[in-house]
């Protein structure tokens, strides 16, 4: 039988925890409010929000209610100057990560650096994280995406979006080391996504199937689903048990599982455990296994 493997660490990471802790703290206590944006990328856990009263939003004019939640995403500055105007409360969710390449940001752009943010221009967390330098940031995925012009013989501050990949950010620092005079990096990744990375690469490159678990719309998730397809021919993205395909292991020695940080972990193992039964049961070696070693 085919050997199943986890990696050691998947699902809820400590920023969505800390986030879904305040909203149902705050449900629990009888406070009515809204979200500014899914509160994570993960449609299942939006979906149970939703059951409990939380409608997502797209601009905080949206709202009914005075209270309104930020999700772990974060946002520009101007929102909470917005939120003060309308007289409304703010339940701040974004995560501590987040909130540090933003402050990093900032600094970089208030001591007169040509401020890079390392992710993808339309992610909620970059659009915020380009709020705090007066939306003055260049948002770049790639070396290629850099305008030389615009840093060649200048200070240059760079930051990360918190689930970038690795690989990413020192392509584009390689490429900034040659035309600007002065480049300062602020490690702003998220630790937890490191590690997770990390544990993929290295599971990938031992199996034969990966399956990754979590939003299609999660940037974290499709980092890892991007690392696993890099090192496995076999790799696949799912959002749940019910998108599992049993001719996906026909004649494999070993499969692959990991979940994104937005993911709950229950998902993940409802994954892992479908998989097993596909296969005829658990009794063949099947475990968690540590990635990391």
Not at 58 to 73: C, F, G, Q
Not at 166 to 180: F, K, P, S, Y
Request: hydrophobic share 35%.
């Amino acid at each position: 039988m085919p050997e199943v493997k986890l990696t050691e660490e998947y699902g809820f990471c400590f920023g969505v925890k800390r986030a879904l802790e305040i909203a149902r703290r705050s449900l629990r206590e009888g406070k009515k409010f809204d979200s500014l944006g899914p509160i994570i990328h993960n449609e299942y856990v939006v979906d149970e929000l939703k059951k409990e009263g939380v409608e997502v939003i797209d601009s905080i004019e949206e709202s009914k209610k005075n209270l309104v939640l930020i999700r772990t995403h974060g946002v520009p500055p101007e929102i909470y100057e917005r939120a003060k105007s309308l007289g409304k409360e703010l339940i701040d969710c974004t995560c501590p990560f987040v909130s540090n390449a933003q402050k990093w940001a900032k600094k970089f752009y208030e001591e007169g650096y040509v401020v890079i943010v390392v992710g993808k221009k339309d992610h909620p967390e970059v659009v915020g994280i380009v709020g705090h330098t007066e939306g003055k940031a260049i948002v770049v995925s790639s070396s290629q995406e850099l305008d030389v012009n615009l840093i060649r013989n200048k200070k240059v501050g760079v930051v990360a979006q918190t689930t970038s990949r690795l690989d990413m950010i020192q392509d584009v620092m390689d490429r900034l080391v040659e035309e600007a005079s002065e480049v300062r990096f602020a490690n702003t990744r998220c630790n937890t996504t490191q590690k997770r990375q990390e544990q993929v690469e290295r599971l990938s490159k031992e199996v034969d199937v990966m399956v990754i678990v979590g939003g299609k719309n999660s940037s974290n998730t499709r980092r890892l689903y991007e690392i696993a397809s890099k090192n496995c021919k076999k790799a696949y993205l799912v959002s749940s048990p019910d998108e599992i395909s049993g001719d996906w292991f026909y004649n494999v020695n070993s499969i692959g599982v990991s979940g994104g940080a937005s993911t709950p972990p229950e998902m993940v193992e409802e994954v892992y455990e479908k998989i097993k039964n596909l296969l005829g049961g658990g009794g063949y070696g099947g475990g968690k296994v540590d990635a990391r070693q």
